[in-house]
Every structure is written in structure tokens, then in C-alpha cells.
């Protein structure tokens, strides 16, 4: 379970993100923030020592540059003199030590895949690799090579391709009245749901992805005329087929249904699929506490897209001509009180609790974001599978800071729709009081459900202070992780700063839970 990449560009302490594998961040020396590095950046200074000349880099020459003082990396293709960086890295000079000289674009991609590598080291560009670095085979996927079928019709058949391939991908069709489109997509899955479908309609550009385990099936093109915004998608979940209908802009017959793109009808494992943005508009900023804020953002009303619990999207900003990018978790807008039925809002916002820190370049931008601003929005990612939650009896969840955000869904979902939970508990760890995040309403949940219970427990208490105190330990997850039965079947999740999932995840194990028992959201 505790399989999450690591993330780069943190604000300090930074809890927000869930992913997938985990590495401990370096603390940085006075100076070497990111700002920093973007000033440097546009210092004018030469990063690369070749005095802006770029060059062919042959493997072998690759190869000399491979000590701190002398680092050349490459990622597809491309090849970046990252010395001066060193000091700047999040992850420290030994992560970046481990591509020194090689061919680095499989780690990046295990660690840093959200990362826009080209504007975070554009002055630090050497060149391109003479003869390009053999990469691994490509997953099967579908041709372009008969469009007119493609385009008017169900796929071709695909010639010397196993059985088991086949009867795996996916396949579209299409048909039109006078005033709509219908793109009809066979997923061939019985289990097809709403959070593994994304539509994004921009202008004439139609983009359809469709999850199937951990491959992702895509359908691009630009429509042959223009659409209204208002787009329709019908899910059949037992039959696994998908309707997307469009309407026309103008009552005219449509002799295709558009020109496909480089990825169309193209069926690949998600990693190697790249993250796709839409721009959403900010429509309310609330405060939780003293320093966290509540931002609701808006999808566009030609998108289709639900993030499933326990995953996260990315933000990204354009700060001082440089991308950043942060992972961060959806939440609700507040917490459902009452369970009698499952809790849906119009799938048209997206909500998430940020804690803006002072000297935090992102979050700072965020702040200083106006209601009806735009930024950019991510495809959802992580690992997290509801059914860990389905066939637990207890549900405990460990949380420090902002690191509640991913327990908040999974909150709902299991006081809503697991019937065999006997017990809830959150344990949530905090400095004071009044950073604890939704008190109240976990309070008042607490009373509401006899299943739920929540342990509030403070490192820097002021003397008024009666609940527990202290920081993660085993004895503290000794006095409150306990199964209600001697063979109940348990979920720990835990998330917060890393040292403190990486030092609770040890406690719970030499306290005799197995790893398939613990699933740690990874900062």
C-alpha cells in the first residue's frame, strides 16, 4: 500500500499531496528556494557553461558528467548541465546523483512525471542526444493508418494482435441528427462509473479519456465544425458504453467527425499518458482557519470530470515566467452530518482546503487569487482504491495539518456506503487549537454517528488545553488503533508532513499491522 511517488517544489511542511511512493525532502539552505532559482534563472547568468551554444551530446560524452560538481542529465532526449541546480533540489543532490551521466527520463517519470521539467531548466539546456537513448518498448495501440473508418465508424479490425488485446481495447462510433452528435465509446468493462470518464470540449477540440484499470483509452480530434458549450455524457455502467453528445452550433450535416490527433484512438498504460489542464474559474474563497482557506473552483461547463476519493489533481501556475505546478486533494464543500443517503453536489466545482504559508511561492499566488480568476486544473491521479475501504470492520485514519484533506471523502464514503464498518476513528494531530480544521462539524459528526469517533491531539497546547497531547507515537497509536475484535479486518490510512507518515507507518507495523493493512498518502 505505501506506493507514492515523491513530490518536488514543496512549501515547508507542506501536507497536500496524495500520490502514489515516498521520498524524505532536504532542507534547503538560506537562499535556495524556488523564487531563487527562478531569479537565478533570469540572472542572465550562463547555467550550462557552453555561453548559450547548444550541442549534440553523444552518449559517451553524456557519461563524463557525473559528479556533483559536474552533473548532466538526460530526459527525453534532451540533455540539461542540472550542477548548478544541486542546491535548489527539494529531493537533494543524491536524488538527482542517481540519473548523473545517464539517461534519466525513467526515474523523472517515477518521481517527477507532473513536473514541467522544460521551464524549471530551460537555461540549464545543453542540447540534444546525437543518437537518442533506446527506450523501452511502446504499449500496444491502435493505428491511424485507415481514418476514414476510424472517423465514420467502429475501429478496424487489428491485424496480428493477440486475442487478449483485442477483446481489451476499447472502441468508438459516431452518428448525428440535425442538431446533435453522439460519440458512442465500447469500453468493453462491466464496472464502468462516472469518475472513469473525462470529457473536456475546448472550442472544436474534443478530448475523451476513459480509465481502464491502469490504462487509459483516448479519443482527440478537432470536431470537423464547431459545438455549443453544453455537453451531455450518459454512462450504461453494466454494459460499460458511454455516450458523449454534443450540440451543433449550426443545424449542418457533418461529413466527419473531425481530424484525430497524435494520441487518438490510442490505448496505453496512464503513466505514459501525460497530464491534461483545463482552465477553471475561482468562485468563492472561505476561511477555515487562521492561516487554511476553502477555494471552490469551477469546471467548465464543457467538461465531465469527478475526482475519485483518495486522489488528487494538480494546480498550475505561470509565477515570474516559470510553470509550477502542486498536487493537492479535493474535499467537500462540508461535511454530510447525515448518511441517510450518499452525498452528490453537481460535479461542477471542485473544493479544496490550502494552508498558506507565509514564505510559500504557490500557495501565496493562490491567496492572491481574485474570485472569477482562472487557473489551471489536472486530470485526477493516485493509487488509493475504494475497495480497501469495502471490506474493512475498522476504519482508522491518522492525519497531521492539512493532511486531513484526503480523509474527508473517504470520511463520507465510509459513514455513507460501507455497511460492514463497525468503528470510524480519526486521530488528528495538530500544533494548537486553532489550527484544527473543521472542529466543530467533526465534533458534531461524532455525536450525530455512533460508528465515528475523533481524538484531537496537540503538540504546542496552551494550558487551557484538556485532550491529549503530544506527537506521533507508538504509544499513542498503541492507546487508540485497536481492533474492535481479535480477527477484525482493518484499514489504517495516514497522511501529514513525511516524517510523520514515515515514522507512523513503522510505529503501526512493530505494533503488528501489516503493510497490506496501511495505505500512507506520501507527501
Not at 148 to 153: A, C, D, E, M, Y
Not at 282 to 307: F, R
Not at 318 to 329: D, H, L, Q, R
Request: hydrophobic share 35%; net charge neutral.
Amino acid at each position: 500500500m505505501l506506493n507514492v511517488p515523491p513530490q518536488a517544489f514543496p512549501a515547508p511542511g507542506s501536507q497536500q499531496r496524495v500520490s502514489a511512493g515516498g521520498r524524505a525532502k532536504v532542507p534547503l539552505k538560506p537562499g535556495r528556494s524556488l523564487m531563487d532559482w527562478i531569479r537565478l534563472t533570469k540572472s542572465g547568468k550562463d547555467l550550462t557553461g557552453l555561453k548559450g551554444r547548444l550541442i549534440e551530446v553523444t552518449e559517451d560524452e553524456l557519461a563524463k558528467h557525473n559528479k556533483k560538481e559536474d552533473c548532466w542529465i538526460c530526459i527525453r532526449g534532451f540533455v540539461y548541465n542540472v550542477t548548478p541546480y544541486m542546491e535548489y533540489h527539494p529531493g537533494g543532490e543524491d536524488e538527482l546523483m542517481k540519473a548523473a551521466g545517464t539517461d534519466g527520463t525513467d526515474l523523472f517519470d517515477q518521481v517527477h512525471r507532473w513536473v514541467n521539467y522544460e521551464s524549471m531548466l530551460k537555461e540549464c539546456l545543453v542540447g540534444r542526444m546525437a543518437v537518442k537513448p533506446i527506450a523501452a518498448p511502446k504499449e500496444i495501440s491502435s493505428t491511424l493508418s485507415e481514418e476514414k473508418k476510424q472517423l465514420n465508424g467502429m475501429l478496424p479490425e487489428k491485424k496480428g494482435l493477440g486475442a487478449s488485446v483485442k477483446d481489451l481495447t476499447p472502441s468508438y462510433d459516431w452518428f448525428q441528427t440535425d442538431n446533435l452528435i453522439t460519440i458512442v465509446i465500447y469500453t468493453k468493462q462491466k464496472d464502468m462509473n462516472a469518475e472513469l470518464v473525462i470529457v473536456d470540449c475546448q472550442d472544436k477540440r474534443l478530448r475523451g479519456e476513459i480509465i481502464v484499470g491502469d490504462h487509459s483509452y483516448l479519443v482527440e480530434l478537432d470536431l470537423d465544425h464547431a459545438v455549443q458549450e453544453d455537453m451531455a455524457v450518459n454512462i450504461a455502467e453494466k454494459v460499460g458504453k458511454i455516450e458523449i453528445i454534443l450540440k451543433k452550433k449550426d443545424n449542418v450535416h457533418w461529413k466527419m467527425l473531425g481530424q484525430p490527433l497524435e494520441s487518438h484512438n490510442t490505448f496505453i498504460k496512464r503513466t505514459d499518458r501525460g497530464l491534461f489542464y483545463r482552465k477553471c474559474k475561482l468562485v468563492s474563497k472561505t476561511e477555515v482557519t487562521h492561516d487554511t482557506k476553502l477555494l471552490c473552483l469551477m469546471l467548465p461547463k464543457s467538461t465531465h470530470l469527478h475526482v475519485p476519493i483518495g486522489q488528487h489533481v494538480y494546480l498550475k501556475k505561470n509565477i515570474a515566467g516559470t510553470e509550477v505546478v502542486k498536487p493537492y486533494t479535493p474535499v467537500l464543500p462540508f461535511l454530510p452530518l447525515d448518511f441517510k443517503e450518499p452525498f452528490s453536489h453537481d460535479g461542477a466545482h471542485i473544493y479544496l482546503m490550502i494552508k498558506i504559508y507565509s514564505c510559500g511561492l504557490f500557495t501565496q499566488a493562490l491567496d492572491h487569487l481574485q474570485i472569477g480568476d482562472y487557473i489551471s486544473v489536472s486530470n485526477p491521479e493516485g493509487n488509493f482504491k475504494k475497495s480497501q475501504v469495502q471490506t474493512s470492520e475498522d476504519l482508522f485514519l491518522l492525519a497531521a495539518g492539512t493532511g486531513f484533506t484526503p480523509m474527508v471523502k473517504l470520511l463520507n464514503f465510509a459513514l455513507t456506503e460501507v455497511s460492514c464498518l463497525r468503528t470510524v476513528k480519526l486521530i488528528f494531530f495538530n500544533k494548537t487549537e486553532d489550527d484544527i480544521l473543521w472542529r466543530n462539524q467533526l465534533e458534531q459528526l461524532a455525536l450525530k454517528d455512533e460508528r465515528f469517533e475523533v481524538q484531537f491531539i496537540l503538540s504546542q497546547p496552551t494550558k487551557d488545553w484538556v485532550g491529549k497531547q503530544g506527537k506521533i507515537s507508538s504509544s499513542l497509536l498503541s492507546e487508540f488503533v485497536k481492533r474492535s475484535r481479535r480477527d477484525s479486518k482493518v484499514l489504517i490510512c495516514i497522511c501529514g508532513p513525511t516524517p510523520f507518515t514515515e515514522q507512523g507507518v513503522q510505529y503501526l507495523k512493530d505494533l503488528g499491522y501489516s503493510q497490506e493493512e496501511i495505505h500512507a498518502f506520501t507527501a
